[in-house]
């Protein structure tokens, strides 16, 4: 679901690479993305970059006042009781996900500036599998960032498995980038 005014002025800012200068009139009373991003020191990143960018904060450097959820199909920005929406790309859904032992959260729309999980700067070995296809879509070794995550731009309309292995344990869960699919994943426990 797109937020009307928001929305239509982060599409016109070209989330797809041009400039924040643009300018673009606002609802009244409303504060325009580009004066939010620039308070927020966001100024010249696309929704896109902004994601990649919250989510590898350091957890002791993230700002607690501002709120960044990743949905579906948009990115919500709150903070000083002002909220913005931009548009994420429509072919590639963002999903994070949190491996862990002993403790998780329950989390559906990934929190950039608030979800943790228990395995910080550990590395992972990580697949997803395409369930119609069997196809592998992401084969990596990564490092989790400071939160416990890490992420991935995934092909949107897929569902699948994703597997994750660390220190001899290995855990699969499911996943899904539809519309009513999770970008926050906290179920995929290592064993």
Known sequence: MKRTVAAM??????LAGCSAADEESTA???????SFLKSQGLSGMNAVEIVDYLDRVPVAARDTDLMASVRHDELLLTADGQEIALDLPEEMTYVSIAPYVDETHDCFYHSLTTCRGELGNQPV???????ATGETLIEEEVTTFSNG?????????ATG?????HQGRTGTTE?????DGATCVTDLQLV
């Open 149 to 157: 995550f890490f992420g991935f731009w995934v092909p949107s309309h």
């Open 28 to 34: 009244p009373g409303s504060v325009s993305p580009q």
């Open 125 to 131: 070995q990580v697949a997803f599998v395409d369930g």
């Open 175 to 179: 996943f899904s980038t539809e519309e």
């Open 161 to 165: 498995t994703i597997e994750v292995s």
């Open 9 to 14: 002025i982060a599409l016109a800012l070209g």
